[in-house]
Structures are given as C-alpha cells and as structure tokens.
C-alpha cells in the first residue's frame, strides 16, 4: 500500500521569500515517482514537478525544486521567491510501479498563503 | 490545444436517477484515470485504464461504474447516486503509467 503525509494544513510566506512544503511517503515498491500539484482557488490540477525514485539530482523547474531525500522518505517542494500567484493548494502524490498496475495517490494538502 | 475535457463541469441531481460524466483526451495517452475531491481527503483515486478495454478499481470504486471503448474516452457512470458521491471529480490521463498525469478542469456534482 502507498501513503503520502502532509503534515502542514496551510502555511503562510511572505512575497519573495522561499517557502518548503513537507510531504513524507511510504511504499513497498523499489521504483516509483513522487510528483507535487498545484490547485489554484479556480479549481484546476496543475502539474509542477516529478522525481524519480532512482534519480540522483533533485528535481528542479523554474523556480520549484524537490527535495529528495530517499532514506527520510521525503520530497518536499521548495519554492524559491515567492510570488502572489503562488497562493493556492498544493498536493504532494506518488505512483508506484509495480507490475502492469500503475496507481496515483495523493497526501491531504498545504494550503499555501503568499501575502506582502 | 492538448487537453482533458470533462462534461457537464457541474451536475445536482437526485438520489437513485443514473447520470454519466464524460471524460475526453485529445493526447493519444493510453493511461486515463477518475478521481473524487474531498474536504480534508484530498484527492482518491476512483477506477484507472491502462489502455481500451482494460480497467481496475482504484481507492473507493464503490457506487462508480467506467468503460474504456475508445481511447480517447473515459466515461464515469453513476448507476443510483446517492448524496455522500456529492463530490468534485476530476478524469486525468497520462502518455503511460509512468507519466504525469494532466487533469481535466473538474465537474462539481450534488447528489440531493
């Protein structure tokens, strides 16, 4: 069974500052793939970013990067100068890979509030 | 345009009356995949396609009802509705099981 954990319901960051989003997960499988969302107030599922379980470099797009750290069993999304369009949800998920079954599983949610 | 599209985006109903939400992917992506929003639960992954004709059961099946005729087309089937399906529903699809998946923009259903 997979489980993604996010343990921040919302944060709050100040314009131009970076701000870390904790998402920790468990799984069985040797292989799989850690992707974080973006859920603006307007409802759409914006992807963001991917990690994969045996990549070596951390993710990085843009201004998002992932920080992965396999043995923790963590992938937080650090976002690096944030700007007022970066207030919305955001949800950490995962995909294992096991055999032809291919299945997403997200964590809860941070409600990210970016204010001046 | 490359998209997801998902019609109606937003349905009330009542109990027991069968209604379908389309789901429709113009990406050639043989993955497809239904998922339901709720507050504090996040998003829970319903039934998945891995290609035409190839279904499974995700997280909370019970209740929904897919088919995969068409690549392109994912429907979502709710035989007797009930209010606690009162939910958000998003159809996502993806170039493989290993990919990203891009979301349709959601349909909002009340079940009164």
């Known amino acids: 069974a997979q489980k993604i954990t996010q343990t921040q319901p919302g944060m709050f960051v100040q314009e131009k500052e970076a701000v870390t989003l904790d998402c920790t997960y468990d799984t069985s499988d040797q292989s799989y793939g850690l992707f974080w969302y973006k859920q603006p107030s307007s409802g759409e599922m914006i992807f963001l970013i991917y990690?994969?379980?045996?990549?070596?470099q951390n993710a990085t797009e843009g201004r998002y990067s992932l920080n992965f750290q396999k043995a923790r069993k963590s992938a937080n999304l650090v976002i690096s100068a944030s700007q007022l369009g970066d207030s919305a949800m955001y949800f950490c998920a995962m995909r294992g890979f096991t055999g032809t079954a291919s299945k997403l599983t997200f964590g809860t949610g941070t409600r990210l509030q970016v204010t001046l | 345009e490359a998209q997801v599209t998902q019609n109606p985006r937003y349905l009330i109903t009542v109990t027991g009356k069968k209604l379908t939400v389309t789901c429709s992917q113009n990406?050639?992506?043989?993955?497809m995949s239904w998922y339901r929003q709720d507050p504090g639960l996040g998003l829970r992954q319903i039934y998945y396609?891995?290609?035409?004709?190839?279904?499974d059961k995700g997280d909370v099946p019970e209740g929904y009802k897919v088919s995969r005729k068409e690549k392109r087309n994912f429907p979502l089937i709710l035989e007797s509705p009930s209010p606690n399906q009162t939910s958000l529903y998003f159809c996502?699809?993806?170039?493989?099981?290993?990919?990203?998946?891009?979301f349709g923009p959601g349909t909002r259903l009340t079940v009164l």
């Open positions: 396609s891995m290609n035409v004709e190839v279904t």
């Open positions: 990690q994969g379980s045996y990549d070596e």
């Open positions: 996502a699809s993806s170039l493989g099981a290993y990919n990203e998946q891009f």
């Open positions: 990406m050639n992506h043989e993955y």
